[in-house]
Nanobody
Framework: QVQLVESGGGLVQAGGSLTLSCAAS????????MGWYRQAPGKQRELVAT???????NSADSVKGRLTISRDNAKNTVYLQMNSLKPEDTAVYYC???????????????WGQGTQVTVSS
């Protein structure tokens, strides 16, 4: 139905930058909100940022001013621009999308496989 493939993770020094991408593919009618979540070792998965199809965004207080979400609706792709990275940003980052596979179906939530981001001090 909907496949999400993330890319762009890696190892970076504190203060550095990375850009994550997540492309949605498959058979679907529409994609509504998309977002990024992260999970650090021993911690629960937490919201990083979300963006609606209209471009409205929401982000966690801990990342405001440093991590910025955007999307390209024509490419069904969501991005996370990560600047001024801190060691505490180290986590597996997961892409999420809420999509309808048919025009009259309910919106369902889909997840990517995750991409590792490691910030060294």
């Amino acid at each position: 139905q909907v496949q999400l493939v993330e890319s762009g993770g890696g190892l970076v020094q504190a203060g550095g930058s990375l850009t994550l991408s997540c492309a949605a593919s498959g058979r679907f009618f529409s994609i509504n909100a998309m977002g990024w979540y992260r999970q650090a070792p021993g911690k629960q998965r937490e919201l990083v940022a979300t963006i609606t199809s209209g471009g409205s965004t929401n982000s966690a207080d801990s990342v405001k001013g440093r991590l910025t979400i955007s999307r390209d609706n024509a490419k069904n792709t969501v991005y996370l621009q990560m600047n001024s990275l801190k060691p505490e940003d180290t986590a597996v980052y997961y892409c999420n999308a809420n999509a309808k596979v048919r025009f009259n179906s309910n919106s369902e939530s889909y997840w990517g496989q995750g991409t590792q981001v490691t910030v060294s001090s």
